[in-house]
């Protein structure tokens, strides 16, 4: 961790929390949901599957790019495509206001808040920010702080509720824009396995028969674990505790063929709030994440990119890399309010 803690100050720079959270949250039709494909988990079914992360971390989303469609750069993380609309439309009618800097302290003493806080949250996500490295869509930092939380009990049941509308941010461009209104009404269904291993998240807006979930999961690091790149070389500081993101089947939370992986990165803690409720930046993290927000790409790039608007001469491979390696300095976000206490949600 650095060993410059940064104090958390408000200095009126971010509104108060306040007990307006979501309506969803005291609504227990979203915390039993009836939706077409929903499951509640039976875990031992699951364990019996022998589910596993692929050790050798080749993600599918690195052949995403191919094809014509992807060679203008609209889907870059700092895309220049249409500006200015997609600041004026963040400004105008922002589903997240809020924009500030990876580079600057004021985004994570924002993101994590500590009068915003669950105090079931568990201790994988607890007062920690998370990047999603390598995810390729235009989000980036993630905070389940601020999500509503209850106690794992005996039996399966969904232990958090969360909305990707707050706490979570995205790019400042047309295309984040977009992905900011679709995360407006988007809820999140957690549960977890009793060994803690395995945490699955189920996106869905309707929690009705008429509704779908998405599925994906979130491994837990076990000691033991070595992840390898495709050429046998072991990935540093990936270490027990850590996560892996994995979607197999988006419809079908049983389903865990490697085979058919669809979407996997390593979430990283690049911020976490110390005992005192200062925030502490965790490296080398946080350096490859301001690195990467902030870095200056050659003039080759911008010669063969023709001012970064056209990826005619890349591959898929290449266009990948040349995402994740580039991203967006200034992320939009919306603060989050105070969520239910534990006691209010635990017979819902």
């Known amino acids: ?77 700092r895309s220049c495509y249409f500006q200015p609309i997609p600041m004026c439309l963040h400004k105008v009618c922002a589903a997240k206001p809020e924009m500030e800097r990876i580079s ?20 994988v996500f607890k007062n920690h920010l ?17 999500w509503a939380w209850r106690s794992q009990t005996g039996e399966s049941r969904v232990v958090g509720l969360g909305t990707l509308a707050e706490g979570w941010t995205n790019d400042p461009t047309c295309f984040g824009w977009i992905f900011s209104q679709a995360q407006k009404d988007l809820m999140v269904a957690v549960q977890i396995s009793p060994d803690g291993k395995w945490i699955l998240l ?42 892996v993101r994995v979607t197999w089947d988006k419809s079908d939370p049983y389903l865990c063929d490697n085979t058919k992986l669809k979407y996997m990165y390593f979430p990283r803690r690049v911020a976490s709030l110390n005992s005192e409720g200062n925030v502490v930046k965790n ?4 350096d490859d994440l301001l690195k990467k927000a902030t870095n200056k790409p050659s003039a080759s ?4 990119t023709c001012c970064f608007t056209c990826s005619c001469f890349m591959s898929a491979e290449n266009r990948f890399d040349f995402q994740v390696g580039n991203i967006s300095d200034e992320q939009v976000f919306a603060l989050a309010p105070m969520p239910p206490s534990s006691e209010v949600i635990e017979r819902l």
């Open 1 to 77: 961790m650095d060993e410059s803690d940064v104090p958390f100050r408000d200095n009126g720079q971010m509104n108060a929390p306040t007990d307006d959270f979501r309506k969803e949250y005291l609504d227990a039709r979203f915390w039993n949901p009836e939706c077409s494909n929903f499951e509640l988990m039976d875990w031992d079914k699951w364990e019996s599957l022998n589910p596993a992360p692929p050790k050798i971390f080749d993600p599918p989303q690195r052949n995403l790019f191919k094809g014509i469609a992807y060679i203008p750069l609209w889907w870059r993380s």
């Open 104 to 123: 600057e302290d004021v985004l994570y003493q924002k993101m994590l808040n500590p009068s915003t806080f669950s105090e079931k949250t568990p201790a």
């Open 130 to 146: 998370i990047w999603t490295e390598n995810n390729v869509v235009p989000e980036t930092l993630v905070s389940f702080n601020s």
């Open 202 to 243: 189920a996106t869905y807006t309707d929690p009705t028969s008429k509704g779908t979930m998405s599925y994906l999961y979130m491994y837990v690091v076990q000691e033991g674990d070595i992840f390898q790149t495709p050429d046998g070389k072991k990935i540093d500081h990936v270490n027990p505790g850590d996560l």
């Open 283 to 286: 490296q080398p993290h946080y």
């Open 301 to 304: 790039e911008c010669l063969s």
